[in-house]
């Protein structure tokens, strides 16, 4: 599914490259570029989910107009459906968890992370409805986390963010790891993995989480979300080399972005909105949906590192594999 829209400036739909890059936490500026050059139509992959709400946002407030993008926004299902558009340049940004992003630069995959979505809570919320919770069916007899023992679990993506969150708390809790089977489901079909009784567990985000709540259907146990205190979770990333032959593209995307993220950090109601527009639901689920930490500030290699430290002790790469996160985070200096 497509959304688009038509972003022109006033000066013949001319962008001034001179972008400057907003700093939504002290208001600093980063000169972008000088001179002016005719912005190129993109497209920008997100889930419809939580985690994609700051480009949403961007595109229905009109900020990506502002700084003079034509953008189309495709809605994705998984992040592998992301990578096979960027890798056939049917899109030029694509959202990511940071782990995927990694291990897809250590498969030689020629991305590199552009512009930040996400990022983890502070720490593990006591209420098990997060923005990404582990959910049972509401008539299972799994009350607990150790309950999950000798089970299967469903998640959206094997060695991703979800997972490595459930696999750390449940370590965390005392549970037998090795004990559990963990099964690579599409999120969408993660409720009915459960109630179904093909998985007895799966973890999951909002909207579905929220919308499965209100229908009565599950019940989470465990909010996962802010295992790792802090993290960046999503992003955007784009091909290599196509970012280092457009910075200013890529700065006004990660711009537009970050004034949206401060917005939807500050206004509950905004948020909401965007939401019902976005994700197609309706004003109870909207109202109850959990959200995350939207970044406010460009993604640096320090705040990537415990990202990769934690793939590292958890044996999803090894140090030997783990590329220069220079070449891996966008940098237009």
């Known amino acids: 599914m497509k959304m688009n829209k038509k972003a022109t400036l006033k000066l013949g739909g001319l962008l001034t490259v001179g972008l400057l890059l907003l ?14 050059e005719e912005m190129p139509s993109i497209t920008i992959a997100v889930t419809p989910s939580v985690n994609g709400l700051g480009v949403a946002t961007a595109y229905q407030e009109g900020l990506f107009e ?22 056939g340049g049917d899109a030029q ?56 023992e000798g089970e299967r679990i469903g998640t959206s993506v094997l060695g991703g963010e979800a997972y490595l969150n459930a696999y750390q708390t449940l370590e965390e809790e005392g549970v037998d790891i090795s004990t559990i089977e963990w099964i690579q489901i599409p999120g969408p079909q993660h409720v009915s993995a ?31 979300t802010g295992a790792l205190p802090n993290a960046p979770s999503f992003g955007l990333a784009s091909d290599s ?66 990202v990769v430290d934690r793939l590292i002790n958890f044996d999803q790469i090894s140090e030997a594999d783990v590329p220069n996160l220079e070449d891996v985070v966008f940098s237009a200096e």
Request: proline content about 5%.
């Open 66 to 87: 502002e700084a003079g993008l034509d953008v189309t926004i495709e809605k994705i299902t998984s992040g592998t459906e992301g990578a096979a558009l960027l890798a």
């Open 241 to 306: 080399d196509w970012a280092s032959a457009n910075p200013q593209i890529v700065l006004a995307v990660l711009n537009s972005v970050l004034k949206a993220n401060a917005m939807l950090n500050s206004d509950r109601e905004l948020a909401e909105e965007a939401m019902k527009e976005y994700m197609i639901i309706d004003d109870e689920v909207a109202e109850m949906v959990r959200l995350p930490v939207f970044p406010v500030e460009e993604l640096t290699v320090t705040q990537l590192e415990p």
């Open 194 to 224: 459960v109630l179904q009784g093909q998985v007895a567990a799966a973890i999951t985000p909002e909207p579905n989480l929220s919308i499965a709540v209100l229908e009565g259907t599950i019940a989470p146990i465990a909010d996962v």
């Open 93 to 148: 940004f694509a959202q990511f968890s940071m782990d995927n992003a990694i291990n897809s630069v250590i498969e030689g995959h020629n991305n590199v992370i552009t512009v930040p979505l996400a990022g983890q809570s502070p720490e593990r919320g006591e209420d098990p409805h997060g923005f990404g919770s582990i959910i049972v069916d509401i008539d299972s007899d799994i009350q607990s986390l150790k309950d999950l």
């Open 23 to 36: 700093s939504a936490c002290g208001g600093s500026e980063t000169e972008a570029g000088t001179g002016s």
